[in-house]
């Protein structure tokens, strides 16, 4: 019998103690000296959400292919296989018709499928998706907050940049693109006319590139 390792962290827990990929890394060759088997293979998805379907997470996918009859797919925590519950299952299921089973080096639930632990992995399942949701929840308000206050969050939108302190101030040459981008919309150009009219004019973007068709179709609806 082998242990299949699989890792996960998704963006938002790379900074979070406990979560790192060393530390599951770490975890699951502990689990699988403690069961006694061989770990072939630790497959890893660094910066990939549990909520993500197998399809999109390469290393579980390839975890679960390399998998054989009585292997293990030992985790460091059962959250890292995902914070779906109906894709955990699919995975769940997965496995299963390989002949193998998950296994968690923190047990949760893994030792066996007697009512009890079925229950526990099916609580554990729902609990990580309610912290799933919650993190977007204060991710959310967080932003918002952020905003609100002025100061950049994510992407520094057309027309502004970011100050030393990360406060949005008004960029004067962005500026200048948006409000001819709004007078050329009320003379009537359509969209690809004023594409076309800017490249004329030989306006360019931060890229130093022409505008495209998306990039002047986000300015309009900031612009709003």
């Not at 996918?61 to 925590?77: F, N, P, Q």
């Not at 229950?119 to 929840?137: K, V």
């Not at 919309?185 to 495209?212: C, D, F, I, M, N």
């Amino acid at each position: 019998m082998r242990a299949i390792g699989y890792i996960r962290v998704s963006t938002n827990e790379q900074a979070t103690s406990g979560l790192g990929l060393d530390a599951q890394r770490t975890a699951v060759a502990g689990g699988a000296s403690r069961l006694g088997v061989d770990l072939a293979h630790v497959f890893e998805d660094a910066g990939f959400s549990g909520a993500l379907s197998l399809e999109d997470r390469p290393g579980l996918l390839g975890a679960v292919e390399a998998l054989r009859r009585g292997d293990v797919l030992l985790v460091a925590k059962r959250d890292r296989l995902g914070r779906d519950p109906i894709a955990v299952a699919m995975v769940d299921r997965l496995v299963a018709r390989k002949g193998a089973r998950v296994v968690s080096a923190l047990e949760e639930g893994t030792n066996g499928d007697d009512p009890t632990n079925v229950l526990m992995r099916r609580m554990l399942d729902a609990f990580s998706e309610f912290e799933r949701l919650l993190i977007g929840a204060r991710t959310k308000a967080a932003l918002r907050a952020k905003r609100a206050r002025g100061f950049r969050a994510g992407n520094v939108p057309f027309g502004f940049r970011a100050t030393v302190e990360g406060k949005l101030e008004a960029d004067p040459g962005e500026q200048a693109v948006m409000a001819l981008v709004r007078q050329l919309r009320a003379e009537g150009k359509k969209l690809r006319e004023v594409v076309s009219e800017l490249h004329s004019r030989g306006v360019v973007g931060r890229t130093g590139k022409p505008l495209g068709l998306a990039q002047v179709h986000a300015i309009v609806k900031a612009s709003a």
